[in-house]
């Protein structure tokens, strides 16, 4: 997409989402909700919900695990229906991300203005959580932060068709409905509520951890960034709003690393694993995490920390899998 079909797309995901996202509060109050809506916005919201996460998240940006061709053209898919952004350059967007945490190049983070106090806390949210995505310089070359994806030809045509998957992540929900429902109504309402309304949830909920996750919360590690744990969305983000421990180990296939914290898309990454479906599985051991901990907390940490970040991947010399592995 152009710059100009780009603000055209992220107008409407956030308007027709919303305007549905109220309609479907409208016919709750009113008691017109069925099971088949339930079973829609259910099955859609576990399928773009894990596409996001362990798809877009942690295979394809951090190379957490490795897994099958099928699988992972079913995780490209799922977060492409997911209506956040094309594989490719999502995952470009959080490799820089990545690279500069709340420093200056960071593309969503809630620290970029200088304004103080309270207006300013709200601009800084308000950016990190949507509206860097309307920002006209905004920029993140996969030939620069992801070659090694840019390479793969089936993630290429899943984002040179990403409107067609968002569209069929509309259109199955309604599916979902009229076999379960057997009515033109329930399609209907099938793609209000495992549509529109699941991608006003669910986008929120991503959008959460760029912006309460980096301002409100606990901070195990003290990383070089803001990042923070925020216990309240682990269920609704599959375990993404642990984000202070993933910023401390970006490579870690689970970012829950205590038994309290709960982490659906590393229990799936498991089970994956378990049928052989998943394979060099990165693990951090408990010696490990305390080790780093104490090593950062000698040195303090925050956005104001000295950080050299590392080189874009297509500036470094290492491309290879063990080389792209350690570079995110």
Known sequence: MDGREHHTFILAASILPLLGFVAAIVLLWNSVVGVSDLVAFGVMYVIAGLGVTAGYHRLFAHRAFKTTR??????????????????????????????????????????????????????????????????????????????DLARDKDLRWISRYFVAFVLAGLLLPGLIGLAIGGTLASFATGVLWGGLVRFFVSNHVTYAINSVCHVFGRRRFEVADESRNVGWLSLASFGESWHNNHHAFPRSYTHGMRWYEVDLSAQFIRGLERLGLAWDVVRVDRATMERKAESLARVGGGRHVPHAPPKPLAEQRDLSPAGVADVE
């Open 70 to 147: 099928p699988l992972k053209l079913f995780f490209a898919s799922a977060g492409a229906a997911a209506g956040q952004a094309p594989p490719l350059i999502w995952t470009a967007h959080h490799r820089k991300h990545h690279r500069v945490a709340d420093k200056p190049g960071d593309p969503h983070s809630p620290y970029g203005g200088d304004e103080p106090g309270i207006r300013g806390l709200a601009k800084g949210l308000w950016h990190a959580h949507m509206g860097w995505l309307f920002d006209e310089d905004l920029d993140a070359d996969p030939m620069r932060y992801c070659p």
